[in-house]
T-cell receptor, first 112, second 117 residues
Framework: EAAVTQSPRSKVAVTGGKVTLSCHQT?????MYWYRQDTGHGLRLIHY???????EKGDIPDGYKASRPSQENFSLILELASLSQTAVYFC???????????FGPGTRLTVL | AQKVTQTQTSISVMEKTTVTMDCVYE???????LFWYKQTASGEIVFLIR??????ENATEGHYSLNFQKPKSSIGLIITATQIEDSAVYFC??????????????FGHGTILRVHP
């Protein structure tokens, strides 16, 4: 069974602070993704990666960086957190670019 | 640009009935992939079913099936014999076949399904 885990599950950060969200998958999938979900909306892609040590920008990359140090791990970094980045963040993985994606449980981030 | 629209904000049905959720999409690609996901009350997002645009047969998976109408750019999700635990938010998503190294999904805003006993 697909297994994508995220840490932390929730976090409160201060404006201007640095935040790192982590994602770990045991699926042996090449593709990993970071999405954000705002209340009452679908998910929007922030960054994705198809191989270790390489990341690509998604639809809303501004204010976010990503890091893929290994096939299993994919991090999302907010260097200077802002109020507008309060949201739920989901990580996902897929075996190929054509396959369905498997999602982690999400991280609720509140920036004060 | 790709776009996915779910016009139904919420639907309420009685248990054991059949429900259809609508989804229309926009894309310039001739080949694309359509997905339905379910988000439970706990926030978990679960893949349900997919339809590849080149396939004429509607996909089925357990008590989920799709009504794929390509000329209308429509992909409806049908849930038969609904159960209380089907209550959730349902998202339609599309992946076009452009960009060799992206699996980018474009999501709709979701439809809330409430199943009543």
């Amino acid at each position: 069974e697909a297994a994508v885990t995220q840490s932390p599950r929730s976090k409160v950060a201060v404006t201007g602070g640095k935040v790192t969200l982590s994602c770990h998958q045991t699926n042996n999938h090449d593709y990993m993704y970071w999405y954000r979900q705002d209340t009452g909306h679908g998910l929007r892609l922030i960054h994705y990666s198809y191989v270790a040590d390489s990341t690509e920008k998604g639809d809303i990359p501004d204010g976010y960086k990503a890091s893929r140090p290994s096939q299993e791990n994919f991090s999302l970094i907010l260097e200077l957190a802002s109020l507008s980045q309060t949201a739920v963040y989901f990580c996902a993985s897929s075996p190929t670019v054509y396959a369905e994606q498997f999602f982690g449980p999400g991280t609720r981030l509140t920036v004060l | 640009a790709q776009k996915v629209t779910q016009t139904q904000t919420s639907i309420s049905v009685m248990e054991k009935t059949t429900v259809t959720m609508d989804c229309v999409y926009e894309t310039r690609d001739s080949s694309y992939f359509l997905f339905w996901y379910k988000q439970t009350a706990s926030g978990e997002i679960v893949f349900l079913i997919r339809q590849d645009s080149y396939k004429k047969e509607n996909a089925t998976e357990g008590h989920y099936s799709l009504n794929f109408q390509k000329p209308k750019s429509s992909i409806g999700l049908i849930i038969t014999a609904t159960q209380i635990e089907d209550s959730a938010v349902y998202f339609c998503a599309m992946r076009a076949n452009t960009g060799a190294n992206t699996g980018k999904l474009t999501f709709g805003h979701g439809t809330i399904l409430r199943v009543h006993p």
